[in-house]
């Protein structure tokens, strides 16, 4: 069996950095995208999540400057399908430490999760990279998308919203 060095295939460009950083991540997938929600997709019968991000689901609600509730999370999901349209989506397989898949995704060139934090639609998810850290930066200076207004962090309307279940769930056993 013929092997080849991992160097070469980075400097030949075969391989990504950012496949080359992830044993066993898998090949890039290419296609026309469904959106999921504002942090992930379906490429090709295969769910992915965008790297990096952490978007509000799409129950989750937030609030305007003026104090009116909106759905921030479909809000997220609608801008994503809006920015990706027909085009065709490429993503370099990540993996998670929680094993889901993850990627970078690009539409062209456009790296999407760097779009959606740029945009204020998802906050940059620093438990997996700093990488979107900037983007998100650029979106609360300027006081777009989710900054506009207040929310609460994704990862922690999960969490709540999870002990509400689980309090709902006791409660009706007992």
Known sequence: MLRTPLAVLILSGALSPALAAE???????????????????????????????????????????????????????HALAERIGTGIVTCEPHREASGRRAAICRLGHEDLSAWMAAQGHAVADRRQSTSYAGAESKAWATRRGLWAGTFEEPAEWRRASRSAEAAAGSALAE
């Open 23 to 77: 044993s066993g991540a898998g090949h890039p997938i290419s296609g026309r995208a469904t959106v999921i929600d504002g942090d992930t997709i379906e490429v090709r019968g295969t769910r992915i999540r965008l790297y990096g991000i952490d978007a509000p689901e799409a129950a989750q609600t937030c609030e305007t400057s003026a104090g009116r509730s909106y759905k921030c999370g479909r809000e997220a999901a």
